[in-house]
């Protein structure tokens, strides 16, 4: 093995790992973060807006990773609950940090490894940092090694021609069946599959698809919210205008005004 192929990193120092309960119309902005760390959102949602352009929605089990420098602003309509850690990281000859993916879906091992640092932490035992450390650098390199797989995977034939599907075909309402036969399996193995290798649902990657063009069609001004939840594929605005504000925290007329300002 090369040298620059090497994974090598290592915790310099933890400042926190807590549990924190947020009331409605939370609302944090980080304008220029000093340490790494993340969030895992263990109830509700939050909108997640990166550098002040990209904006997702974060839900119950999503990991964020934060690194040094981010500018991110967390909104949540609802009370939300998360935990949250922040860390000074070392990665000495490469980047490989930073090539992490920011949101990971994490699975119930995972999440209660978190839950565990977390309780540990508030002990405040001689040995919680080292506990902490331990348990924080065994969970970055399974986020590497998920990471990996996910790669030597990304040319999986199926999930490839379901991404390729929902990309062409988000703008109208479809069956999973449809799609399946598309990808030649049968529904439920491609749903297996493609949350596996993914990360998410394939109505979760349908609805990222729509907000984002829905974004992208109001701030332009030349849809109204009505044309815009037509060229969508929603019945009614009523539709529409319910699935943007579940997403978005806002109504898409509200959103339309604002973008215009």
Same mark, same amino acid.
Request: hydrophobic share 40%; proline share 1%.
């Given at each position: 093995?090369?040298?620059?192929?090497? #994974?090598?990193?290592?915790?310099?120092?933890?400042?926190?790992?807590?549990?924190?309960?947020?009331?409605?119309?939370? +609302?944090?902005?980080? @304008?220029?973060?000093?340490?790494?760390?993340? @969030?895992?959102?263990t109830d509700g949602e939050a909108e997640l807006t990166w550098q002040g352009e990209d904006t997702v929605i @974060?839900?119950? +089990?999503? #990991?964020v990773i934060f690194h040094q420098n981010d500018t991110y602003r967390f909104f949540a309509?609802?009370?939300? &609950?998360?935990?949250t850690c922040g860390l000074f990281l070392d990665y000495p000859g490469g980047n490989k940090i930073k090539a992490l993916p920011?949101?990971?879906r994490l699975d119930d091992e995972h999440i209660q490894k978190i839950h565990d640092l977390a309780t540990e932490w508030d002990k405040h035992r001689y040995d919680s940092a080292?506990?902490?450390r331990i348990g924080?650098?065994?969970?970055?390199?399974? #986020?590497?090694?998920?990471?990996? *797989? +996910?790669? #030597?995977?990304?040319s999986d034939p199926a999930v490839s021609l379901a991404i390729d599907f929902l990309h062409n075909n988000f703008k109208r309402n479809f069956q999973s069946e449809e799609i399946a036969r598309y990808c030649s399996l049968s529904a439920s193995h491609l749903r297996s599959k493609f949350s596996k290798k993914v990360g998410m649902t394939l109505t979760e990657y349908r609805d990222r698809l729509r907000i984002k063009a829905a974004r992208e069609?109001?701030?332009?001004? *030349?849809? &109204?919210?009505? *044309?815009?939840? &037509?060229?969508l594929g929603f019945c009614d605005v009523y539709h529409f205008s319910k699935f943007f504000a579940k997403y978005m925290a806002t109504t898409p007329a509200r959103f339309a005004k604002e973008a215009k300002r």
């Open positions: 093995m090369r040298n620059r192929d090497i #994974l090598s990193f290592d915790i310099h120092d933890i400042t926190t790992v807590v549990q924190k309960h947020e009331g409605a119309g939370f +609302d944090f902005r980080n @304008v220029n973060r000093m340490i790494d760390g993340f @969030v895992l959102f @974060v839900k119950k +089990d999503d #990991l309509e609802k009370p939300c &609950s998360y935990i920011r949101i990971v080292m506990y902490c924080i650098m065994s969970l970055y390199l399974d #986020l590497f090694r998920m990471t990996a *797989e +996910d790669e #030597l995977s990304a069609l109001l701030s332009g001004g *030349e849809f &109204s919210v009505k *044309e815009t939840a &037509s060229e």
